[in-house]
């Protein structure tokens, strides 16, 4: 017997017995989630360490409530070791006997112990990550060494033999990674978390390098700030405003982004230059420029006005400023280099002559405190300006970021030339690139809108003239001109890099980009006015993605598109939305109607002379394009990445991929390295050649997957069951963002909900629908084995693909899922679900040649498996709830409502936690 199917019957004699002492019932808890999965000795001991600091604030908060919290888990680690064969309705009978003699109130704070634990769970593997990346790293003897842990560096080398070294250098200089952050509504933590979390996990830094009665404190500490995590409220009093939303981007800025960013520069410098980095001017570009739709997002989202869009502006924009005025302080304030011994260069000396004539007091008292040191005296005076920036005085201020790096420049060239080379390409170096990567507007802004707004927009204006009395006009169309000029406004302030893109959702024709360009001609009075705008047509339905290149061929046509070809250089962006395909025809069909878009219009690119950049509107969840971004490069048709990767990050996305230094740090290189990767013919010719052989294959799964999706979201009364059996409801009542769940346009259908509660729902229904659905069926139909494994081993493309679905299969569990199909009391709805489930799970583990999910994941695979039994029993409540307020609804009281609501809301967030995926 093993050791698993021994503590199955050991715990199950316990709980039947009623015989569980708690030190006894604390071991084998700890035995059973922490020592049976096989995962490293370090996370090992850090997760049972928190298991049991938890169990210490549940039991001093109500010793009822731990011995509650210790059974349930005892009883869902059971069923659990028995997840292989046991799919019975009753397979959790016991577990949920216990949640039924608990009150509402005692029920939450549960929800709230297991919630805490997988906050606590999350820390610990990101230590983990970070502790062995930095062993990884220190492995590696030299920077000369032939095998470098930095992906750019890889991917430099790799393009250095593979185009020559000309070809890679020019290629380098074109790379650009383009992150969007989004206030899309799918973080489940609030704010007050996040902070607790933080704290936290530098508690556990902290306890590597403590010992005695440090270490005491360290845990008296933890204890706090865990008992503080319990008693906390998961759900946030009310939704974030945008401007509330924008402080997130400002949060990872200040965190991490802003300092983080040059190092990823300075390392490839490393690697490439050796001794000479930091001595000589840099080879690695500023290719991180981050951007975001927070406050300027309006497609959907009436909180998003034209003076919220300003506001958040000025915010980024004094907030960087505010950054760049202190650390030109501090670097000047370094440059203690006198005359004598560093001689001031001419032109620097110029510089001097004209800060002086901007301010004299001010010069005075940089020349008081540096006396003959002309280089510290000129950036101190450089970080005066730039807080005179901020306030907007006249005689100070820089014009633009471009004045300030002017100034920069003249700084490190004088160094540079008086032999201080350590100075001029260190700490300044360090600045130039910070200027390089935020400007003065921290991220590039971009807005977004409806393509309907527009159309309706102009037929409003030509039925009462442009300058007819503004009451004349509906309000959205005053809305609309009044963004533009917005746009304007910001360009001025902040520079044109602040806010020139503007998205249109929903693209079908090149009418609606002429409809943008037009409506800002009409915004102003005068022609010189009207803001630079590259206006970028979004295609996100899957019939919209077939007519792309129809599409782009008349867009390209249109005076204004032609004109800003011409200025940059024929650079073109076009976005691909994954939400809206996969929400309507299937994951299975979207993926490769997305792959086949992206083709096209790369082929189009190359014959039309088009520098494309393809943004991509991927999400965290992979029924939205999520996984991990570098695999997702590499995948990409050719032509298609084109030395630039853009893509939105939205969510618990951006707190798990930035919220850390060292994690984001190797994020960046990571998807910087592959996107430059992704141009190496080897790369090219693996994409292409695989996409040609298994081109009959593909159409084969795209038209059965998409037959079996569309029968599933056509029968009749399936979005009412939809709603029945997922928390979707509750889902929309959550305060995780300012952006209804549904289009301002009329929402009465699945078709107008958006995709994110779609795909949020079916992860806490713990069936993952949005990630799979139809794939088994697809692999039937092509009904061969052998070349399914072929075309996972040899096309990047499916390999991704499979693997995500896999890693969505390995968080759903069928005997929950039961549980909440059965509460829309449709049989034949819930086996449809199931039946698909069981088939597509069959064939990716045949696929795989794995004997369950992840099972050949040497680290992933345990650790989601150690995390099942909390995020069941966490499930087990939020379903339990669910069937008393889908039973009783009439007959319940309102305050009795709101509590079960509430109830269900605090294990949204827990499950959300545990699983790590929501929309």
């Known amino acids: 017997m093993s050791e698993i199917d021994q503590l199955k019957d050991e715990i199950a004699a316990k709980v039947a017995n009623s015989s569980l002492g708690e030190r006894e019932l604390e071991q084998i808890v700890a035995r059973s989630t922490v020592s049976v999965v096989d995962i490293p000795d370090e996370l090992k001991e850090n997760l049972a360490l928190f298991l049991r600091l938890v169990r210490t604030v549940l039991a001093e908060f109500d010793p009822k409530l731990r011995e509650a919290f210790d059974q349930l888990l005892a009883d869902s680690i059971t069923v659990n070791a028995r997840a292989d064969g046991d799919a019975d309705e009753g397979a959790f009978k016991d577990a949920s006997a216990i949640i039924e003699t608990l009150d509402v109130e005692s029920a939450v704070m549960l929800a709230r112990a297991f919630a805490a634990f997988f906050h606590l769970a999350n820390i610990c593997e990101e230590d983990y990550r970070v502790r062995s990346l930095r062993a990884r790293e220190a492995a590696v003897p030299t920077i000369a060494d032939e095998d470098p842990v930095n992906d750019i560096t890889v991917a430099y080398r790799r393009l250095v033999e593979e185009c020559g070294q000309d070809e890679a250098s020019a290629l380098l200089g074109r790379l650009e990674f383009h992150p969007v952050f989004t206030a899309h509504p799918t973080e489940a933590r609030r704010k007050a978390v996040e902070g607790k979390i933080r704290r936290i996990s530098a508690l556990l830094e902290e306890r590597a390098q403590a010992s005695g009665i440090a270490l005491a404190e360290n845990e008296r500490r933890m204890l706090q700030e865990i008992d503080a995590l319990l008693r906390t409220s998961p759900i946030a009093i009310k939704k974030p ?90 670097v000047g304030s370094s440059l203690t280099l006198d005359t004598s011994s560093t001689k001031p260069s001419d032109q620097l000396l110029n510089l001097w002559s004209h800060q002086v004539e901007m301010s004299e007091s001010l010069t005075d008292h940089a020349r008081a405190i540096s006396a003959s040191e002309t280089h510290r005296a000129s950036m101190i005076i450089m970080s005066h300006r730039l807080r005179a920036t901020i306030d907007r005085t006249a005689d100070l201020m820089y014009a633009n970021a471009d004045e300030y790096l002017k100034d920069l420049y003249c700084v490190q060239r004088s160094l540079a030339e008086a032999g201080a080379v350590r100075a001029a390409y260190g700490p300044v170096q360090k600045l130039i690139w910070q200027a390089q990567t935020f400007g003065f507007h921290l991220v590039e802004m971009e807005f977004r809108q409806h393509s309907l707004v527009h159309s309706r927009a102009l037929k409003d204006i030509r039925e ?207 998807v910087a390295g592959a996107t430059l990767l992704q141009s190496a013919p080897s790369i090219g010719y693996v994409n292409g050649e695989s996409t040609k052989k298994y081109a009959d294959m593909a159409a ?75 794939l088994g069926s697809a692999c039937e139909r092509v009904g061969d084995l052998g070349l399914l494994r072929d075309a996972y081993a040899e096309w990047p493309l499916f390999t991704t693909f499979i693997d995500n679905v896999e890693m969505s299969l390995s968080k759903a569990d069928e005997r929950l899922a039961k549980m909440y199909l059965s509460l829309g009391g449709r049989t034949d709805l819930s086996e449809k679900v199931l039946d698909e489930l069981r088939l597509t799970l069959r064939w990716v583990l045949a696929i795989t040649d794995d004997e369950r999910p992840l099972g050949n994941r040497r680290i992933l695979g345990p650790v989601i498996r150690l995390r099942l039994p909390f995020v069941n029993a966490l499930s087990l409540i939020q379903v339990l709830a669910l069937r008393r307020l889908r039973e009783r609804g009439e007959s319940l009281t309102p305050e009795e409502r709101d509590r079960l609501t509430y109830l269900i809301l605090c294990t949204v967030s827990g499950v959300s936690a545990g699983l790590q995926n929501t929309g």
């Open 464 to 670: 009462h003239g442009r300058w007819c009395e503004r009451g004349e006009l509906q309000p959205m169309t005053r809305e609309v001109l009044d963004t533009f000029r917005a746009i304007g406004s910001i360009q001025r302030r902040n520079g044109t890099r602040a806010a020139c893109r503007y998205i249109i959702s929903f693209t079908q024709s090149a009418q609606n980009v002429a409809d943008v360009y037009e409506l800002a001609r009409l915004a102003f009075a005068h022609t010189q006015d009207v803001p630079t705008l590259d206006v970028i047509p979004l295609f996100e339905q899957i019939r919209d993605l077939e007519n792309a290149v129809d599409i782009l061929d008349e867009i390209i046509k249109l005076p204004p598109v032609r004109e800003r070809l011409e200025q940059t250089g024929r650079k073109l962006e076009v976005m691909l939305g994954y939400s809206d395909s996969s929400k309507d025809e299937g994951p299975t069909a979207a993926t490769l109607v997305l792959h086949g878009a992206q083709e096209r219009i790369a082929r189009w690119a190359e014959k039309m002379d088009i520098d494309l950049v393809l943004m991509h509107g991927r999400g965290g969840a992979v029924g939205r394009g999520g996984g991990p971004a570098n695999r997702a490069v590499l995948s990409q048709p050719t032509g298609s990445v084109n030395c630039h990767f853009k893509l939105t990050e939205q969510g618990e996305v951006i707190f798990a991929r930035y919220g850390n230094p060292t994690l984001a740090l190797r994020h960046v290189e990571s």
């Open 700 to 774: 084969l799964l795209d038209s059965a997957s998409r037959e079996r999706y569309l029968d599933l979201l056509g029968t009749d009364g399936f979005v009412e069951w939809f709603s029945s059996v997922t928390p979707l409801a509750e889902i929309g009542l959550m305060p995780i963002g300012s952006r209804p769940a549904k289009r301002g346009l009329g929402a009465q259908s699945l078709d107008d909900l958006r995709a994110i509660p779609w795909i949020f729902s079916w992860s806490q229904a713990r069936v993952n629908l949005a990630a799979w659905y139809g």
């Open 241 to 330: 405003t945008p401007v509330q939303e924008a402080e997130t981007v400002i949060d990872i800025f200040d965190h991490t982004l802003f300092d983080m960013i040059p190092e990823v520069y300075r390392r490839f410098d490393d690697w490439e230059l050796g001794d000479k980095a930091g001595t000589v001017p840099p080879v690695c570009p500023a290719f991180f420029h981050p951007g975001s739709w927070i406050g300027s997002d309006r497609d959907g989202n009436p909180n998003v006005t034209a003076k919220l869009s300003r506001q958040v502006a000025e915010r980024y924009r004094a907030h960087v400023l505010e950054k760049l005025a202190d650390a030109t302080y501090a």
